[in-house]
T-cell receptor
Framework: DAGVIQSPRHEVTEMGQEVTLRCKPISGHDYLFWYRQTMMRGLELLIYFNNNVPIDDSGMPEDRFSAKMPNASFSTLKIQPSEPRDSAVYFC?????????????FGPGTRLTVT | DQQVKQNSPSLSVQEGRISILNCDYT??????FLWYKKYPAEGPTFLIS?????DKNEDGRFTVFLNKSAKHLSLHIVPSQPGDSAVYFC???????????FGGGTRVLVKP
């Protein structure tokens, strides 16, 4: 049974370019989360979806960041234009409803480097 | 405003001994607490959780203790094994399936 799938695993881009990160959650999971991990801020939640609907985007740093979930098996996080301070590891996670433990399953992450 | 804090950035322990990781929180609305383990170049992996209605949960070598009055939880690993060397994150949630707030992590090194 496949876990959360993220692509690409590594992305190197130049400042000003558009970056799109992709995530496929575990089948049957109703919640999808996007996190960012940096040395300074640790692991922080950017946005999460429930049944493909964005519920809380208060963690999205600025308007350059946007996320979509067009269907239950796919989500994207887009940064346009990218800046060097966006360099981080971006994780996608999913969880089912009613598990009672708030347990989330994480993907392997996308390491983004903006030069 | 750090709602979940892990004050020890690192911990070194001898194989076979106990590892104790600590976590403090400030938000009294948190009612689920979890520990995640993370290896380099991998995503965090769920380890163990505890509901606020309990004060202890055990799973094999891992035990989590919750002290609600002190807003403190701890993870005990006994006996520690070299494969336990990783970064451990404490996390808290206000409801099942809801967003998690993570601590800064504690890097554990288990020496053979």
């Amino acid at each position: 049974d496949a876990g959360v799938i993220q692509s690409p695993r590594h992305e190197v881009t130049e400042m000003g370019q558009e970056v799109t990160l992709r995530c496929k959650p575990i089948s049957g999971h109703d919640y999808l989360f996007w996190y960012r991990q940096t040395m300074m801020r640790g692991l922080e939640l950017l946005i999460y979806f429930n049944n493909n609907v964005p519920i809380d985007d208060s963690g999205m740093p600025e308007d350059r960041f946007s996320a979509k979930m067009p269907n239950a098996s796919f989500s994207t996080l887009k940064i346009q234009p990218s800046e060097p301070r966006d360099s981080a590891v971006y994780f996608c996670a999913s969880s089912p409803t009613g598990k009672g433990s708030a347990e989330q399953y994480f993907g392997p992450g996308t390491r983004l480097t903006v030069t | 405003d750090q709602q979940v804090k892990q004050n020890s950035p690192s911990l070194s322990v001898q194989e076979g001994r106990i590892s104790i990781l600590n976590c403090d929180y400030t938000n009294s609305m948190f009612d689920y607490f979890l520990w995640y383990k993370k290896y380099p170049a991998e995503g965090p992996t769920f380890l163990i959780s505890i509901s606020s209605i309990k004060d202890k949960n055990e799973d094999g070598r891992f035990t989590v203790f919750l002290n609600k009055s002190a807003k403190h939880l701890s993870l005990h690993i006994v006996p520690s094994q070299p494969g336990d060397s990783a970064v451990y994150f404490c996390a808290a949630s206000g409801a099942a399936g809801n967003k998690l707030t993570f601590g800064g992590g504690t890097r554990v090194l288990v020496k053979p």
